[in-house]
């Protein structure tokens, strides 16, 4: 556990073998247009009163269709929203007391993200897209080279390093952006719909590329999908519904990434 963030003193840590993330009652409120406009009618709430814990390598999927509040709690996992109630604890520290600097710090340092869309930068080269997560961590050059080049070999991108997006197919960069979100050895990886925008074979393969990280790289990974069927990759699933959480499961046995059909 990294030090140095300002968290709340009766908060102890959790230990090496406790949960890499809790949520503990988590809700957040969506102003309704009336309230908007001053009429004060009730708000909305989503993902009400949700709480679960998410152990050391473990992968959970968020199912739910459009409206079901899955990217409300991912953005506050991932500290880009607040919730309007309750506590988020990633690595022991309640991301929801962190502040200006600290949060931008700890975002940078514990969180990796995989988006729909690779968003890599179309000016960089692989190479440079990797490395940039390392360079605004101030890591020296002769250390980035060196993990750039062993995530490239591990996650088989290395013939793409020095092309630029466009001259990839879109497999390759989300490959390259899996690779950027585990380059600083995140805590939690985070996965928006990574297969959104993929045809059904090259999904199976980031599917796959997920399923690695998480095993491979020690990373604990929260995908969010609308697909419940890519749900049963994961070994803890939770399924939300206008907000509401309606399913919390733990599976022993997930179908492995290349064996899910849908």
């Given amino acids: ?15 090496i073998d406790g949960p890499i993330l809790t949520i503990r009652k988590f809700s957040d409120r969506i ?28 992968d959970l999927a968020v199912a ?27 690595d022991g520290v309640d991301v929801t007391t962190l502040r200006h600097a600290d949060l931008a710090r700890f975002r940078r340092e514990r969180l990796g993200f995989i988006f729909q869309d ?7 080269t692989a190479r440079e897209n990797i ?23 591990r996650l088989q991108i290395e013939e793409v390093l020095d092309k630029m997006p466009h001259e990839m197919s879109g497999g390759q960069r989300q490959r390259v952006a899996a690779a950027r ?53 994961a070994t803890r699933r939770l399924r939300l519904r206008e907000g509401a959480l309606v399913e919390n499961e733990r599976d022993p046995s997930p179908v492995p990434a290349r064996d899910l059909e849908w």
């Fill in 131 to 153: 490395a940039l997560a390392l360079t605004i961590n101030r890591v020296s050059p002769r250390e980035i080279a060196v993990r750039v080049a062993d995530v490239a070999r």
């Fill in 181 to 233: 979100a585990i380059v600083c050895d995140p805590s939690l990886v985070l996965a928006d719909e990574p297969t959104g925008a993929l045809d059904y074979e090259t999904s199976k393969e980031i599917l796959a590329l997920i399923e690695r990280v998480c095993h491979d790289f020690g990373c604990t990974t929260i995908l969010v999908t609308h697909n419940n069927a890519i749900g049963r990759m």
């Fill in 1 to 15: 556990l990294k030090t140095g963030y300002r968290v709340n003193a009766v908060i102890p840590p959790v230990a």
């Fill in 64 to 90: 739910g269709g459009t409206g079901s509040g899955k990217t409300t709690l991912l953005n506050c996992v991932s500290t880009i929203d607040r919730p309007t109630a309750g506590n988020i604890y990633v």
């Fill in 31 to 58: 102003c309704s247009l009336d309230e908007l406009v001053g009429l004060g009618s009730l708000p909305l709430w989503y993902a009400q009163l949700l709480s679960c814990a998410v152990s050391l390598r473990q």
């Fill in 118 to 124: 690779s968003n890599l930068l179309d000016t960089l």
